[in-house]
Nanobody, 123 residues
Framework: QVQLAESGGGLVESGGSLRLACLVS?????????IAWFRQAPGKEREQVAC??????QYIDSVKGRFTISRDKAGNTVYLQMGSLKAEDTAIYYC?????????????????WGQGVQVTVSS
């Protein structure tokens, strides 16, 4: 059973940085999965922020140049380094996968989710 667990959320001032981590367990081929970071702010739909697959990475426009997604050599921990944080980045952040090797933007396509971590950016 694939499981994902996020860590690293918290409160940070505008302009600051945070690094989130997503540990993927329960699979010997987790390094082949595309892993995505989603976020959901109050009253808003869940949106994919970034995704990493074997071919590369993807970002939404609002975080390009500020956020970086990466994974460790073992392939089972995926990081989201967030910089120049803004109040509008405040949300619950989730990592997710559908156990496929390519990124998919639709949240409904992801069957495996972490519990989420709160990121709050004070202005």
């Amino acid at each position: 059973q694939v499981q994902l667990a996020e860590s690293g959320g918290g409160l940070v001032e505008s302009g600051g940085s945070l690094r989130l981590a997503c540990l993927v367990s329960g699979s010997t081929v987790a390094d082949m999965y595309a892993i995505a970071w989603f976020r959901q702010a109050p009253g808003k739909e869940r949106e994919q922020v970034a995704c990493i697959e074997m071919k590369g990475t993807q970002y939404i426009d609002s975080v390009k140049g500020r956020f970086t997604i990466s994974r460790d050599k073992a392939g089972n921990t995926v990081y989201l380094q967030m910089g120049s944080l803004k109040a509008e980045d405040t949300a619950i952040y989730y990592c997710a996968t559908d156990r496929a090797p390519v990124c998919e933007a639709d949240p409904a396509a992801h069957g495996y989710w972490g519990q989420g971590v709160q990121v709050t950016v004070s202005s």
